[in-house]
């Protein structure tokens, strides 16, 4: 009985791998067909055109090389590219290298080139705010200066590099004046320590005083361009545009 139920799963499982077979063998029969039978008479048999590839062309150009293989250039619409100038052809369809009939329309894509953005305004706000509202719109905060207005309030925007509404390209920078309100005879010592020497040069400048010496050292411990050390004490009372000398870190094989 045993070897009765073995003999018929060797049956069923022959079947199996016979049916297997034939499918393969259909499907490999149906691909040669397509391919040398009805894409053949599809294309007229010899009358085929290859498409060319015309991406990254100016349009002039493209469509005039699919002119020359007998084919027809179609405007199929514009978008942004931030890596093809204005009138470039972004895409194509059909794509290069199908076979296609004569007089075929070929769709194109023209680039219009990279996306611009118009410049929010910033004055009035904050020097935090309007580095989030920039970077909102994806826009990057350029150099900072800092002045003192006995008319507005410390740290709000006074003025920006961009007019409100100026179309600008994808990360483009956007310089800002911030004020520091009136002026005043004596100023506090900020903490630079830690900070690189951009920012600190930055923060030197909002407090009231300005960069002195800046002197450098090698060393293993700091990234290079930190402040390790500062000429006055933090919290110490110096008049308004007292210099503050800086000691920098370098790599040893850094030029300062």
Sequence with gaps: MVKFKEYIGQIFTSKRIVSGIIVLFAVFTIIVIFDQVIMPWYTKHGEAHVVPAVVAKRYEAAREILETQG?????????????????????????????????????????????????????GLSENNARERLKSVSL??????????????????VAQSEAPTTLVKVNSVIKITVSLGKPTANVTVPSVFGKTLGAAKREIKKAGLVVGQISYRISEQFLPSTVINQSLEVGMIVRHGEPLDLLVTVVSNQEP
């Design 140 to 157: 990057r905060l350029g150099e900072v200066d800092y002045e003192y207005i006995p008319n507005e309030l410390a740290d709000v925007v």
């Design 71 to 123: 084919l027809k250039a179609i405007k199929a619409g514009e978008k942004h590219d931030p890596n093809l100038p204005f009138g470039y052809v972004v895409e194509q369809n059909p794509r290069a290298n199908r076979l296609v009939k004569k007089d075929r329309r070929v769709y194109l894509t023209i680039s219009v080139g990279e996306r611009e953005i118009q410049t929010p305004n910033l004055v």
